[in-house]
C-alpha cells in the first residue's frame, strides 16, 4: 500500500490530535518534530574551501553517425571539490554516460581540458592512464562487470592486488565492506548466484576497495528496488562522510538525485 507522505502541516495536526489533553506530551511530540525538520533541512556542508578533484574547461566529444555528427558532451565546463556528492541528471541521450567517461578517464575528449586530483588526463600515457583510473577512480557501472568464474571474494580483492595492497589489508577491508553492504555471507558465491541487488552491492564493495579519491556510478540503482537502492545511496553517503571521497551518480531517479549535494542538469550535451 502507498501513502502520500505527510506534509509539515499534516504532521502537526496529527500530534495536536493524537495528545489532546496532554500538554507535555505534545510539547515533547512537538520538540521531535522540530528537531527532524531541523535536520532534513540541515544546510549541505560548504566546500568551498576543498581542494577542486575534477576540472573540466570546455569540453566537447563528438561522435560520428554516418556523416552526421552527434556533439555527446558540449562545451562542458564544471569544478567538483573534494567530499561533494553530485548527482547528473538529465534525458536519456544526453551525456550523461560519456561525461562520466571523460571524468574517469576512459574516454578522451575532442577538445577541451579534463584535469583530475592534479592530472590532465590528456597528457597522460596508456599505462599512466589506467594507473591513475587504478588508484584514484572506483567506477560503478549500470550492469556489475563482475567476473562470471570468480568468486565475489576474488573479484572483490582483484583490484587491490592490482594496487599492491598486501594480501592482509585485503582480507581486512574485504570484511569492512561484505559488512557494510550486506554481503558478508555471500562472499564465497559465484555472481550468478546473487541477485540484482546483491550484484550491484558487490560492485560497489569492488569499487569502494582502493579507497578512490573520486566514485564515478553510473545509474548505480538502476537495477534494483527502492529499500536497495536507499541502501546504495546511503552507502555512498557514509563513504564520503567518512574518506571525504568525492561521488558523481548518474541518475534518472529524482528521490536519488534529491540525496546529493547539488544536482548537475545535462540536455543534448549541455549543463543547463
Ligand atoms: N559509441 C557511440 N557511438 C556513437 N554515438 C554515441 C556513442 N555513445 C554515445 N553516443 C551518442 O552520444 C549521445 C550521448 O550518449 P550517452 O550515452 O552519454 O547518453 P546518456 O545520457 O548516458 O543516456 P542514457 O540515459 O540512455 O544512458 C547520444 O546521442 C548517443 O547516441
Ligand atoms: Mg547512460
Given amino acids: 500500500m502507498s501513502t502520500a507522505s505527510p506534509t509539515p502541516d499534516s504532521q502537526l495536526a496529527a500530534v495536536l490530535d493524537a495528545f489532546d489533553g496532554d500538554a507535555e ?17 540541515a544546510p549541505v556542508k560548504d566546500r568551498s574551501g576543498a581542494a577542486v578533484v575534477v576540472k573540466l574547461a570546455n569540453v566537447n566529444r563528438e561522435y560520428k553517425l554516418g556523416k ?3 556533439g555527446a558532451v558540449r562545451e562542458v565546463s564544471l569544478d567538483l571539490r573534494q567530499g561533494e556528492f553530485v548527482a547528473i541528471t538529465g534525458p536519456s541521450g544526453s551525456g550523461k ?7 574517469g578517464g576512459l574516454d578522451k575528449p575532442d577538445s577541451g581540458q579534463v584535469e583530475v586530483d592534479g592530472k590532465d588526463l590528456s597528457k597522460l600515457s596508456d ?75 558487490a560492485a560497489i564493495a569492488r569499487a569502494l576497495l ?49 540525496q546529493a549535494d547539488r544536482t548537475i542538469s545535462l540536455r543534448d550535451g549541455r549543463i543547463v
Fill in 127 to 201: 599505462n599512466k592512464l589506467s594507473e591513475f583510473r587504478n588508484a584514484t577512480v572506483g567506477f560503478v557501472f549500470q550492469f556489475f562487470y563482475l567476473q562470471p568464474f570468480l568468486t565475489v571474494r576474488t573479484n572483490l580483492e582483484v583490484p587491490a592486488m592490482f594496487a599492491r595492497l598486501p594480501r592482509a589489508d585485503r582480507a581486512e577491508r574485504i570484511t569492512e565492506l561484505a559488512e557494510a553492504v550486506g554481503m558478508t555471507d555471500r562472499l564465497n558465491h559465484l555472481p550468478k548466484e546473487l541477485s540484482g541487488g546483491q550484484m550491484q552491492r
Fill in 97 to 103: 554516460s560519456t561525461l562520466l567517461n571523460l571524468i
Fill in 25 to 41: 506530551a505534545a510539547a515533547k511530540a512537538l520538540r521531535e518534530l522540530a528537531h527532524n525538520r531541523q535536520r532534513e533541512s
Fill in 68 to 70: 552526421n555528427k552527434v
Fill in 210 to 258: 582502493n579507497r578512490p579519491k573520486l566514485i564515478l556510478a553510473d545509474e548505480p540503482t538502476g537495477n534494483v528496488d527502492r529499500e536497495n537502492a536507499k541502501a546504495i545511496i546511503e552507502l555512498f553517503a557514509k563513504v564520503r562522510d567518512k574518506y571525504d571521497t568525492t561521488v558523481v551518480i548518474v541518475t534518472h531517479d529524482p528521490e536519488v538525485a534529491n
